[in-house]
């Protein structure tokens, strides 16, 4: 299937390249100018990313078994895992790139944070973390009844920021960090794990090689959260 062998390609190039500035603005000075130029650029390498994974995911529901004529596993496994899964986390890393964008623009319009638009893609993600963990219940397969718990913590916690009526002065630095970093993680979880497929087939479900990147990222939001709060003034 040539589209799915396209959209890989693209995937590859664009998440490989992503991943990489994707440190740029992690460790460069906050609010400076490399800072807003290469993750701009990291944001829409992940977009790009995250349009080719769903791509894929898609290709996969039709063709489970050509698109994957490698993985000796049932068609309704693979559909599950390298469909419903790698689209669901497409449209996740989506809405984490759009909400750490968003929380920076609307940093002081707080009713522009509930806009139609915003609530609709947190709303998508939740459908489809749903459906992921239907379809791995159905299945009996734990990594697809565990995923989609980052999907319900993420919509919970960017509904609990766009909904609070005054959240701190530095909130939204933190909403910013958390979804970015998280979309980082997104990528580089898929990355390691659907990676692992091509190079590693038996890896490619352990669900060590699914949580490190996760652990590793939520060390790095929670490090940064604690400079953000040391850095607090009182607002007004």
């Not at 479900?205 to 652990?215: D, E, G, Q, S």
């Amino acid at each position: 299937m040539w589209p799915f062998k396209l959209f890989l390609i693209v995937h590859a190039v664009a998440g490989g390249t992503g991943l990489l500035l994707f440190w740029v603005p992690v460790l460069s000075r906050k609010g400076a100018q490399a800072h807003r130029y290469w993750g701009r650029l990291f944001c829409a390498l992940m977009l790009v990313t995250a349009s080719m994974a769903a791509s894929m995911g898609c290709c996969t529901l039709l063709a489970p078994r050509a698109t994957h004529p490698h993985l000796a596993m049932p068609p309704a496994l693979i559909a599950g895992v390298f469909g419903w899964m790698m689209l669901y986390l497409a449209v996740l890393t989506v809405s984490l790139v759009w909400h750490g964008q968003r929380s920076t623009r609307t940093r002081h319009a707080p009713p522009e944070r509930r806009a139609p638009l915003d609530l609709a893609v947190q709303g998508l993600v939740l459908l489809l973390a749903v459906q992921c963990a239907r379809v791995g219940w159905q299945l009996h397969m734990p990594l697809m009844l565990a995923m989609p718990v980052i999907g319900v913590a993420s919509v919970a916690t960017n509904f609990w920021y766009v909904f609070r009526p005054a959240p701190h002065n530095k909130a939204w630095l933190m909403e910013h960090v958390k979804a970015l970093v998280g979309a980082g993680i997104s990528v580089y979880t898929a990355f390691t794990a659907f990676g692992a497929v091509h190079l590693l087939p038996s890896a490619a479900l352990n669900p060590i090689t699914w949580a490190m990147p996760l652990v590793a990222g939520i060390s790095l939001i929670l490090w940064h959260w604690a400079r953000i709060r040391r850095s607090l003034v009182p607002a007004g």
